[in-house]
T-cell receptor, first 112, second 110 residues
């Protein structure tokens, strides 16, 4: 059963463009996350966010920023994409602070 | 620094054999979760097991926090079990950010 939704499934763009990915969860969770899965399939946390706190992984470049309108939505914006941003971006949600996380299907970004 | 180590990196089984996947952590954790992923597929949560033993169908996970390790046992493997199994832990920081191992690639053959 799909409960974490991501759009688009795929996105191809050129270096320097701005892109935005959407994530919505219908599980009633209060915390959402963005992860990056690179070409070697390694997963790394980028952001975690609830209505009180945003935690940014220190390795995430400043051109990445999360945007939330409410606890069910957490979008990801990339201001000026670079080739190394090509990856699959996964959104997840959970109850805070120590509960099972559920993942969306991912958005595959290709930067030409 | 790889804080989550998984072994073996890959495993080939004949159908109906059992599999034992291992995960170890370099630092203390209080949240352990096992996932499954097919190539190009969604990350599916298998078991959330911060401590002790938990079972779901043919899957059994045992986590020993003091020893900083967790295992996933797959009994009576099926061809459809083929894929990548990922272990993830939280470093004990706020907001439960998971740190993943590199995964074990399982191939089940007839």
């Amino acid at each position: 059963e799909t409960a974490v939704f991501q759009t688009p499934n795929y996105h191809v763009t050129q270096v320097g463009n701005e892109v935005s990915f959407n994530c919505k969860q219908t599980l009633g969770h209060d915390t959402m996350y963005w992860y990056k899965q690179d070409s070697k399939k390694l997963l790394k946390i980028m952001f975690s966010y609830n209505n009180k706190q945003l935690i940014v992984n220190e390795t995430v470049p400043r051109r990445f920023s999360p945007q939330s309108s409410d606890k069910a939505h957490l979008n990801l914006r990339i201001k000026s994409v670079e080739p190394e941003d090509s990856a699959v971006y996964l959104c997840a949600s959970s109850y805070w602070p120590l509960y099972e996380q559920y993942f969306g299907p991912g958005t595959r970004l290709t930067v030409l | 620094e790889q804080q989550v180590q998984q072994s073996p990196a890959s495993l080939v089984l004949q159908e109906a054999e059992n599999a034992e996947l291992q995960c170890s952590f370099s630092i203390f954790t209080n949240q352990v979760q096992w996932f499954y992923q097919r190539p190009g597929g969604r990350l599916v949560s298998l078991l959330y097991n911060p401590s002790g033993t938990k079972q779901s169908g043919r899957l059994t996970s045992t986590t020993v926090i003091k020893e900083r390790r967790s295992s996933l046992h797959i009994s009576s493997s099926q061809i459809t079990d083929s894929g990548t199994y990922l272990c993830a832990m939280d470093r004990g920081s706020a907001l439960g950010r998971l740190h993943f191992g590199a995964g074990t690639q399982l191939i089940v053959i007839p």
